[in-house]
């Protein structure tokens, strides 16, 4: 593409919004013309307001960009949010009303009714949404870190064989409470079993993502979760144990197949940030791991393996994805991607 779209990035100085900046500095698509956060680096040149923490150098040119309000006399209409949510409601519903396309990482509109809350590969079609929104513009958002893999491992089985409940218990990494996160006295040789919110979110945000749109609105997939959610220390990497009673006895086997044949229509568009392979299975006993499987797809393929006959349920497995990556930043460009090729954003 000759002429990238441009685009502003919102919270750009935090965690999420440095992932974004880092993604998106040499994407084949969009180009990030516009940086803002808190009052406090607005006037700053973005390297000097920032404390860059990625892995990659910060891109010349973007390091010299001064950051800007987060108020919506922006020139670019595309919005990437990495916004607290302790502010990201209101802004983003601005924005929206100001005639911007805003593409959320944040939880704050989520449940909205007519906002589509996408897994591109799960979900697609509920992009429609948008077109029910009263704002000028449109919200659409990326669900919880944790939601987005387990629902990715979700989607082959629920459309093959049903699910009637599930058990899932979470081993989160220290890069979900974005920087500086938990103390290290706190984290340190220990596992906290609280994360506030997560367990709400990973109980109601797939029954939103697997459901289906009926007179202009999502009813919501009729089946039962459980969650449990604990901060462990690893860096990267959420990994999570499920349990699933289906509507349809299959064998594990039945199952293995459909999580290896999985593609959606990121794949079948071929789109930058889309993995080859969505779901990665493993057959050996001792995966997947955090630090050894994370990156798969350049971290936006989620791992699964261990998957087996459970003596209460039916199945179980463990499914890994990269928090950071398919969890916030990379899997909120996907949804940019895919609202560029189906038209929403223009050409």
């Not at 089985?157 to 979470?170: A, C, M, P």
């Not at 690893?234 to 459909?258: A, F, I, S, Y």
């Not at 593609?263 to 779901?279: D, S």
Request: glycine share 8%; aromatic share 6%.
């Amino acid at each position: 593409m000759k002429n990238k779209l441009s685009v502003a990035v919102l919270g750009a100085t935090g965690s999420v919004g440095q992932k974004f900046v880092e993604l998106l500095s040499s994407h084949p698509w969009f180009q990030i013309s516009e940086v803002a956060a808190s009052d406090r680096s607005v006037g700053k040149p973005y390297a000097e307001a920032t404390n860059w923490n990625m892995a990659s150098p910060l891109d010349s040119k973007i390091a010299k960009l001064t950051v800007k309000k987060c108020e919506p006399n922006l020139d670019s209409k595309i919005i990437f949010s990495g916004l607290d949510a302790k502010v990201a409601g209101e802004i983003e519903s601005e924005f929206a009303n100001s005639g911007y396309t805003v593409i959320s990482n944040a939880r704050n509109h989520r449940f909205d009714k007519n906002v589509p809350l996408v897994i591109p590969e799960v979900n697609p079609e509920h992009l429609a949404l948008i077109h029910q929104q009263e704002w000028s513009g449109a919200i659409i958002t990326n669900p919880n870190c944790s939601t987005i893999g387990l629902t990715l491992a979700l989607k082959p089985i629920f459309d093959n064989f049903g699910i009637e409940s599930l058990n899932v218990v979470t081993m989160q990494a220290i890069s979900g409470g974005g920087y500086p996160g938990i103390p290290s006295m706190d984290i340190l040789d220990n596992v906290v079993p609280f994360i506030g919110g997560e367990e709400v979110k990973l109980e109601m945000e797939p029954k939103k993502i697997l459901g289906e749109i009926r007179e202009n609105e999502i009813k919501y997939a009729e089946f039962k979760i459980s969650a449990q959610c604990n901060r462990v220390p690893v860096l990267d990497g959420h990994l999570e144990c499920v349990q699933l009673k289906l509507k349809n006895k299959v064998t594990p086997e039945e199952v293995k197949r459909v999580l290896r044949e999985f593609k959606g229509l990121p794949q079948k568009l071929k789109l930058p940030t889309a993995p080859e392979n969505p779901i990665i299975y493993f057959e050996e006993d001792n995966y997947p791991q955090p630090r050894i499987h994370r990156n798969l797809g350049r971290g936006m393929s989620v791992s699964i393996g261990r998957l087996r006959k459970d003596s209460l349920f039916d199945i179980k497995f463990v499914v890994l994805s990269h928090n950071t990556i398919r969890g916030a930043a990379g899997g909120t460009i996907l949804i940019a991607e895919l609202l560029k090729e189906q038209g929403f954003l223009g050409n």
